[in-house]
């Protein structure tokens, strides 16, 4: 029994010693007769990037509030790669530092994001160095940002006839549209109704009676928190009313609200 067992033993050296000999390998396993297989210990760590931005028109620096800006996505692919990761950070943070990322060098593209869309960017930094264990800093990214954008917009009545006489229709006789900022200061501004333009000034400025189906106009508005008033008078009375509260794009996007519909003021002008 021993000499059988020194035998298959001395058998299974010599096979082990052969498909190592075959594998070029310098050593067995005591169980299995492969080679051990051992992870690679020379891959460098991981490391990381930080990179910080601004935001400006024409050299006056903007918040992300007033243009709607919301976050920042950086791209970072490899270099010489079709392909990479991408993280965001909120606007507001005016800096970043990315996930985990191997080694090496990266190419950079870094948007600004906003209301409706890009903002600013892509804004490229090539070859950026991600070290082992470390963190690369990406050039600051300086976004130009034109904080204006237009805004369209329908006025409606609920029977649908904004001019014509009471009971059929809400016998308006002229509209007045006031446009305030965030914290409600009339902003001075000229809509288009078709082709007349009408200025409105917050006050007494009104214009005629217009159908639900003319679109309002303004061209080159402040982006932001906005807030717009409109009163259809029958006569001198304030009869209908409406007031919408919403974000102007920016980057010369076009903010396009829903119809507007008016709500009458029954203190005012008793339903007949």
Do not use: K
């Amino acid at each position: 029994m021993v000499r059988a067992t020194v035998h298959a033993t001395v058998q299974a050296a010599g096979r082990c010693l052969v498909l190592a000999i075959a594998l070029g390998a310098g050593s067995c396993s005591d169980d299995v007769g492969l080679p051990d297989a051992r992870p690679p210990t020379d891959a460098a760590p991981p490391g990381q990037l930080m990179l910080t931005w601004s935001i400006a028109n024409m050299g006056t620096p903007l918040t992300c509030a007033q243009i709607a800006g919301s976050s920042v996505t950086v791209t970072m692919v490899p270099v010489g790669a079709l392909a990479g990761v991408v993280d965001s950070f909120s606007c507001t943070s005016l800096m970043g530092v990315t996930r985990q990322l191997p080694a090496g060098d990266y190419d950079v593209e870094v948007s600004l994001e906003g209301s409706g869309g890009t903002l600013g960017g892509p804004v490229a930094r090539m070859g950026v160095t991600v070290p082992a264990s470390g963190t690369g800093v990406v050039d600051p990214v300086a976004f130009e940002v034109d904080p204006h954008g237009d805004l369209t917009f329908n006025v409606t009545s609920p029977g649908g006839d904004n001019c014509g006489a009471m009971p059929g229709g809400a016998g308006i006789t002229a509209i007045r549209v006031e446009l305030r900022d965030s914290a409600g200061t009339c902003v001075p501004t000229t809509f288009m109704i078709g082709a007349t333009a009408y200025a409105s000034d917050c006050a007494t400025a009104t214009t005629a009676c217009f159908g639900a189906s003319e679109t309002v106009t303004a061209a080159d508005i402040d982006s932001g928190q906005r807030s717009m008033l409109i009163t259809g008078l029958v006569g001198t009375d304030a009869c209908w009313h409406r007031t919408t509260n919403f974000v102007a794009r920016a980057a010369g996007f076009t903010t396009t609200l829903n119809p507007q519909q008016l709500i009458r003021d029954t203190t005012v002008c008793p339903a007949n």
